[in-house]
């Protein structure tokens, strides 16, 4: 359940910089998409430590060792 908020959280704030970006023309067209993704991510990754359970934490841990981004 918490994987599934932080993943809804992250998509939001990455659909709330693309609209930021296409929407915005000046300085900010750059920088608020930025700043939305970041407090987007930061969010998610917070309500997924408040909301998760310390074994589904160390399955989160154990898969992001096993399988690091490329």
């Known amino acids: 359940m918490a994987k599934a908020i932080r993943f809804a959280i992250f998509m939001l704030s990455a659909c709330c ?7 915005l023309h000046s ?10 993704f970041i407090a987007g991510s930061s969010l998610g990754e917070y309500a997924f430590a408040r909301l998760a359970k310390s074994d589904e934490k160390q399955r989160d841990l154990e898969d992001r060792v ?3 981004p490329k």
Do not use: S, Y
């Open 27 to 36: 300085f900010w067209a750059w920088a608020a998409p930025i700043a939305i």
């Open 17 to 23: 910089a693309g609209l930021a970006f296409f929407t």
């Open 66 to 68: 096993r399988n690091p």
